[in-house]
Nanobody, 124 residues
């Protein structure tokens, strides 16, 4: 059983940066595709970014492209989300997810494991 633990929650101002981390345990991290999703109050969970097992292929939602960067360190069993130029509309609970088979993609239903989420609040 894979466990994912997010960290890096924060209250920041618009334009600031924040880095989220997700530490994995209990599985073969280097074989998983990883992703970040987010959910704002009253809204559905939405895709943010994904990275394949090697880190060579990444995917982003249009809303964060050019501002967020997903990366992974397989030696540390950790995936990161660097968030720059934050906007109030980025306010949400951010979730880390792992996918055992196949490449990274933006559909939450195909991810097997989820973290508990971490709150990011961006004030204007």
């Amino acid at each position: 059983q894979v466990q994912l633990v997010e960290s890096g929650r924060g209250l920041v101002r618009a334009g600031d940066s924040l880095r989220l981390s997700c530490a994995a345990s209990g599985g073969t991290f280097s074989s998983y595709s990883m992703a970040w999703f987010r959910q704002a109050p009253g809204k559905e969970r939405e895709f943010v970014a994904a990275v394949n097992w090697s880190g060579r292929s990444t995917y982003y939602a249009d809303s964060v492209k050019g501002r967020f960067t997903i990366s992974r360190d397989n030696a540390k069993n950790t995936v990161y989300l660097q968030m720059n130029s934050l906007k109030p509309e980025d306010t949400a609970v951010y979730y880390c997810a792992a996918k055992s088979y196949g490449g990274a993609n933006p559909y939450p239903s195909v991810y097997d494991y989820w973290g508990q989420g971490t709150q990011v609040t961006v004030s204007s």
